[in-house]
């Protein structure tokens, strides 16, 4: 299903060319947000229209962005906790 979404981002030229590199980690932030709005086969994809196909893409970004910055203040307080060993 979110492999379907994906082939619609990229053919709407939607997505950066860094997001096409990671096209698993949107593959599945993108099946979360289906997910979310009840979204659950391709037909039902087929038939969103670009403007809601955007704003699912903009949700998928922002998860994307969420789960870097986590990821990042994990990493300084794992540096932080060896320097204080």
Do not use: W, Y
Not at 39 to 55: F, G, H
Request: aromatic residues 4%.
């Amino acid at each position: 299903m979110s492999e379907f979404a994906f082939f619609r981002f990229s053919s709407n030229k939607m997505l950066t060319k860094e997001e096409e590199e990671h096209k698993e980690e949107i593959v599945q932030l993108t099946e979360d947000v289906l997910q979310a709005k009840g979204i659950q086969c391709d037909a039902s994809i087929s038939k969103i229209p670009e403007e809601e196909l955007r704003e699912i893409l903009e949700r998928v970004r922002e998860l994307r962005r969420k789960k870097k910055k986590q990821s990042s203040v994990e990493i300084k307080e794992e540096e932080a906790h060896l320097h204080n060993r």
